[in-house]
């Protein structure tokens, strides 16, 4: 096992030590059985993190990267035999393909030495999706080694070098001169497709045929069945259950609140329609009400699913109602009144975030298709397969998006049908750039899945969107204590902790969500190429076949 991993077992060994410790000492006292759940974990955990990097034949060296993610484990391995490299995601993204490896032996060590890093200097590693890792600013260790020479940002430099050279004598000082790179563009999303192709001619294609009911049709029936769901169906069950009091509606009526708010995002009316369920569920099994509960926990999330589902992809939709657009790939277009949000594939995006492009700077709307399957990276650093089936080209420069959208028509047909004017473009530096970047990733909370096929497990982000999910579970204890706490019941803990968390919880999305905003609208580094082909009349994909 390696020392990187020891910690992950301290903790796992000391949680049910301080379980046990508490069920064996029996107190009822939260003032004993915290700081025993609590301190024995967090002391054995650190404990292990500190002998970790002094294992006997194994030492551990971290690679430097400020601010440092807790579940950052890039680092150097200096064995009884060589030096192992390991990185996965330089403080940023997860890579989707697994770690890169290095291996040296002492007998491959031709030399080594420590400068201080250049600015635009070469990345140090590449990591297995195509991303260079810039190298950050201070002291590094160069390695001289029978392939060339390599860059290591470790922490404690001076002991890293001094303890290679315990293990390998008579090793020279390395003088080097670094590599200068005038485009980041490389070292951050990757490699781009081609910059030119082949020209094009546009060829006949499927006939759009944009339908669907009047615009008021649809918000009658959408708008009537998505509040049937989230009011008038818990306040029924509520009011036909006899000993359930009135103030117990008011939590249909903060759903329905919450449905005004989101009135123009009927994709998310399922979920609203939900809010005020586990409360009524509650009040339900107390007072009898048994009958309702599979009503209520099946019918109410359905009803707002219905009501969201009459705003499909399709004529009449309106330019303030959001759609969204499921694409083969797995990943969703959002079209917004002013913008386009791309949210890729949570399992196949490790660590990423959407991307946006402002209406107003489209300049280029193309459906078409291609005869083969052919690999479209993107500035998120995966890499999708598109081709074979209907696809929408889309350019915002330098920003351009290949999109396996179904209705690739329909879909070019709502977007223009929305417009927009140009949006003044973001102004930062490249450092600036990098560092709202890895911001937003670390924005982007991440959960360990496990890989089918592959045995293992890979961080896939949630979005800031869970602090909304947390708030609503939060909110649902905080008003159970509120109204316990009208009636006589001592809980004014219970109503401390669960107002003040659900309170930070909304405040902290609302705070968050700006700096993403900036963050989704700029994917590609200040001043970097456009990503790709983006003429008109030329091919972004080989065998590209535009429609007219």
């Not at 409360?279 to 009958?291: A, E, F, Q, R």
Request: hydrophobic share 45%; proline share 9%.
């Amino acid at each position: 096992m390696k020392p990187h991993h020891w910690p992950f077992v301290a903790l796992g060994v000391s949680a049910v030590a301080a379980i046990t410790a508490v069920v064996v000492v029996g107190s009822k006292s939260p003032a004993v059985n915290m700081p025993i759940l609590f301190g024995i974990p967090l002391v054995a955990t650190y404990l292990a993190h500190l002998v970790s990097k002094r294992a006997p034949n194994k030492v551990l060296f971290e690679f430097r990267v400020d601010p440092r993610p807790s579940w950052y484990n890039d680092a150097v391995e200096v064995t009884a035999n060589g030096l192992e490299i390991t990185a996965m995601s330089g403080g940023g993204r997860m890579a989707s393909t697994g770690p890169t490896r290095l291996s040296y032996g002492f007998d491959d060590l031709l030399g080594i030495s420590t400068r201080q890093a250049v600015p635009g200097e070469a990345p140090w590693i590449t990591l297995t999706d195509g991303r260079g890792l810039p190298v950050p600013a201070g002291d590094v260790v160069v390695l001289r080694t029978t392939s060339g020479e390599q860059v290591l940002p470790v922490e404690d430099p001076q002991k890293f070098v001094a303890l290679v050279r315990s293990r390998v004598s008579g090793l020279p000082e390395v003088h080097s001169t670094p590599v200068v790179q005038t485009d980041s563009h490389l070292d951050e999303v990757g490699e781009g497709p081609p910059p030119t192709g082949e020209r094009t001619t546009p060829v006949e294609g499927p006939a759009v045929s944009l339908t669907g009911p009047p615009l008021a049709v649809r918000w009658l029936v959408g708008a009537t069945l998505a509040l049937a769901g989230t009011v008038v169906l818990p306040s029924v069950a509520l009011l036909t259950t006899p000993g359930v009091p009135w103030a117990v509606l008011t939590a249909a009526g903060v759903a329905g609140v919450v449905w005004v708010l989101n009135r123009n995002v009927p994709w998310v009316w399922g979920r609203v329609a939900f809010l005020s369920v586990p409360i009524s569920v509650i009040w339900l099994i107390g007072k009898g009400g048994y009958v309702w509960i599979p009503v209520l926990l099946v019918l109410c999330p359905m009803l707002g699913y219905l009501g969201g589902r009459m705003f499909r992809l399709g004529a009449n939709l309106g330019r303030n109602v959001e759609v969204r657009v499921p694409l083969r790939d797995g990943s969703s277009l959002y079209v917004q009144r002013d913008r386009l949000v791309h949210k890729p594939n949570r399992a196949h995006a490790t660590g990423s975030y959407p991307q946006a492009v402002w209406l107003g700077d489209i300049t280029l709307l193309q459906s078409g298709t291609t005869p083969d399957v052919h690999p479209w990276p993107t500035p998120t650093g995966t890499t999708t397969f598109v081709g074979q089936n209907p696809l929408l080209r889309l350019v915002a420069r330098p920003q351009q998006w290949i999109l396996p959208a179904t209705q690739a028509g329909e879909l070019a047909e709502l977007i223009r049908s929305r417009g927009g004017t140009p949006a003044s473009p973001t102004r930062m530096s490249v450092e600036e750039w990098r560092e709202l970047r890895q911001w937003a990733v670390r924005r982007q909370v991440g959960f360990m899945q496990q890989t089918v096929g592959i045995g293992k497990g890979a961080f896939i982000p949630a979005g800031i969107g869970w602090r909304l999910f947390a708030a609503a579970f939060t909110g649902q204890f905080a008003w159970i204590f509120l109204y316990l706490g009208s009636t006589g019941v001592d809980v004014r803990v219970g109503i401390l902790i669960s107002v003040v968390l659900t309170a930070w919880l909304l405040g902290d999305w609302w705070r968050v969500r700006p700096r993403m905003r900036v963050a989704e609208h700029n994917a590609l580094p200040p001043g970097s190429r456009d990503w790709g082909e983006t003429r008109p009349d030329h091919a972004p994909l080989p065998g590209w076949q535009p429609w007219r």
